[in-house]
């Protein structure tokens, strides 16, 4: 039988979300966690139970599904098809413990909006309910994805030629060859944790372990025994004794991601680790030395909050000591069409996807959008444009809600009639721009294309390194690299 969880001063105007989910334990995790966001749960644990809720008062009051794969197991993207062929309009959620491109595209083609590898953080979860349920975003274009494809570990994969982005990256390789804590802020999806695990590469402790802990993805009262480790014991629940983070990496990386959420406590604490190089496991009477390079990620400025006391200046001055900022990609819109084409060809080497090429109309309309999520965003618009392309070329029309956000404005910005290969040939007035202004852009674009190759970049261009290295100085081209 079905359950309905809800919070009851706010079940006249909470929003209803089905789960279909035969685990108790996780089942009442994922209704505490929509509870809390006003949102109200209907619980159904098999895939019939499901079907026939869709006709009830409740099941006719539903904003979104979300469906545990393991419920319906290999038949899963069948129920989904199911689903949608009984309520169209109705977006659907898979969560699932695969990361699976194949299966990725599979649910997207029965008709998922979304697909979320398991453990499932619950600000992720909410971000995916309120993008596939809010016409601000509208749905199943703009729905930021979980990651599909594995990253690259090398900076060569950290595509662009904006001088703000080239510069950071020619920072982070030099930090890579050193032994300190780096903090590399921007906002989410700018490439942090890619650029980290490049600065892990490319390290002295490249050969040694490396673990990434998302602390906004942790309940905050778990993530001090997730960093140090606990005794048994030691808190209701600690049956066994659990080795940390920083045990795990002695001798090589940790990456601490949103470490802006560490709450104060938690700051003095890793503080106090950090100055002494020992560390002490919750509920022990020992403590231990260890040799950790610490890399963090902030989507906000920690001096900020340093100044606003939300955060310990002690711990921002150690974690800061060489701090990198990642510009969005608002900011550099002339790496949209690089980037795009990477994109592209990664997307293309997935199971049950093509090798896609793209018009110039497509890449205009991509160059005006303002990617509120970054490239993260970028590679997830472009993967369910290519789940959904049925012709060797994405199109404006690949984008049908994107345009519907931009109206006619994407094409006033950059008229596809007056496109190079994502360069401007024209200003916005109908002039053409000056010569060497095109003249950057194409070296700029070549630069990116070829990842910093200058030799290849000065064959490719047809003149020698040394012509090249001129006119990088005469247009004021930055090529850190």
């Known amino acids: 039988m079905a359950d309905i969880d809800c919070h009851p001063e ?85 969560l699932t413990t695969s990361a699976s491109p194949l299966l ?30 809010t016409r601000e975003t509208p749905r199943d274009e703009l729905a930021p994805l979980t990651e599909k494809m ?14 703000q982005f080239r510069a950071a990256l020619a920072q982070a390789a030099k930090a890579a060859r050193g032994q300190g804590h780096v903090l590399i802020e921007g906002e989410t999806g700018t490439g942090k944790e890619m650029l980290m695990r490049a600065m892990h590469s490319a390290s002295p402790r490249s050969k040694e372990p490396l673990r990434l802990i998302n602390l906004a993805g942790i309940p905050p009262g778990s993530i001090e025994s997730v960093l140090f480790g606990h005794e048994p014991g030691s808190f209701p629940g600690a049956f066994d004794r659990q080795i940390g983070a920083f045990q795990h990496c002695d001798g090589g990386t940790l990456i601490l991601d949103d470490i802006d959420r ?55 001055a150690r974690l800061g000591s060489t701090r990198l900022h990642l510009p ?37 309309l991509l160059a005006a959008y303002d990617w509120p999520g970054n490239v993260r965003q970028l590679q997830s618009v472009l993967f369910r444009a290519a789940v959904y392309c049925e012709s060797n ?62 030799t290849e970049v000065a064959r490719r261009l047809g003149i020698g390194r040394s012509t090249l290295y001129r006119k990088l100085s005469d247009l004021g081209i930055d090529n850190a690299a």
């Open 10 to 94: 706010a079940q006249d105007d909470a929003r209803f979300v089905m789960l279909i989910d035969d685990e108790p334990a996780q089942s009442r995790l994922i209704t505490a966690i929509a509870a809390r966001n006003g949102w109200r749960t209907l619980v159904a644990p098999d895939a019939e139970t499901a079907i026939a809720m869709l006709g009830t008062r409740e099941g006719m009051q539903l904003s979104a599904i979300l469906l545990d794969q393991w419920v319906p197991g290999d038949d899963a993207c069948e129920l989904i098809a199911e689903l949608k062929s009984r309520r169209p309009a109705l977006p659907i959620l898979m």
């Open 328 to 364: 969005p990609l608002r900011e550099r819109t002339g790496d949209i069409p690089s980037l795009t084409r990477h994109f592209l060809a990664r997307i293309g080497e997935q199971p049950g996807l093509n090798h896609l090429s793209i018009s110039e109309s497509a890449l205009a």
């Open 262 to 316: 560490l709450t104060p406590v938690l700051q003095q604490r890793l503080g106090e680790a950090l100055e002494s190089g020992i560390i002490r496991p919750v509920g022990a009477s020992y403590g231990f030395r260890v040799d950790v390079r610490l890399l963090v990620t902030s989507n906000v400025g920690l001096e900020r909050m340093v100044e606003a006391g939300q955060f310990d200046a002690a711990l921002a």
């Open 150 to 163: 594995s990253a690259s570990l090398d900076f060569d994969a950290m595509i662009g030629t904006a001088p």
């Open 393 to 454: 070329t994405l199109t404006a029309d690949s984008f049908p809600q994107l345009s519907e956000i931009l109206g006619e404005q994407g094409e006033m910005r950059l008229p596809a009639s007056h496109e190079g290969v994502g360069i401007m040939l024209y200003t916005e007035d109908g002039n053409l721009r000056p010569l060497e202004d095109i003249e950057a852009d194409v070296i700029r674009l070549a630069i990116g294309h070829y990842r910093g190759r200058m």
């Open 104 to 133: 990725a595209v599979e649910a997207m083609r029965a008709g998922a909006s979304d697909y979320l590898v398991k453990p499932v953080s619950p600000d992720r979860l909410m971000e995916a309910l309120r993008a596939v349920t």
